[in-house]
């Protein structure tokens, strides 16, 4: 099992830059393959970027790619989102997720872990 709590959401103006992190405990946490999907309201939860276990492989989704970019810490048990030139449509709540492989990372529904989210709202 491992608890994740995501941090770093917030109030941005449409350009601008924010950091999310995801902390995880419980667990062997480079045991994880690691996403980050988004859920605007009234629209369904959507990947965004995802990384393998060791590192070495990123995924995005085609409307964050060259914008967004994700990395992990696996002595700090962390992931991050590093979100530059937001825009309005990247505003949602932002969730942490695991899973016990690197199989299908883009895949919400194999992921067996969430956090709560964070909500990112982006001002034009």
């Known amino acids: 099992q491992v608890q994740l709590v995501e941090s770093g959401g917030g109030l941005v103006q449409a350009g601008g830059s924010l950091r999310l992190s995801c902390g995880a405990s419980?667990?062997?946490?480079?045991?994880?393959?690691m996403g980050w999907f988004r859920q605007a309201p009234g629209k369904e939860r959507e990947f965004v970027a995802a990384i393998s276990r060791n590192g070495e492989y990123p995924y995005y989704a085609d409307s964050v790619k060259g914008r967004f970019t994700i990395s992990r810490d696996n002595v700090k048990n962390t992931v991050y989102l590093q979100m530059n030139s937001l825009k309005p449509a990247d505003t949602a709540v932002y969730y942490c997720a695991a899973q016990l492989r690197d199989s299908y990372l883009y895949t919400r529904s194999r992921y067996h872990y969430w956090g709560q989210g964070t909500q990112v709202t982006v001002s034009s």
């Open positions: 419980g667990h062997t946490f480079s045991s994880y393959g």
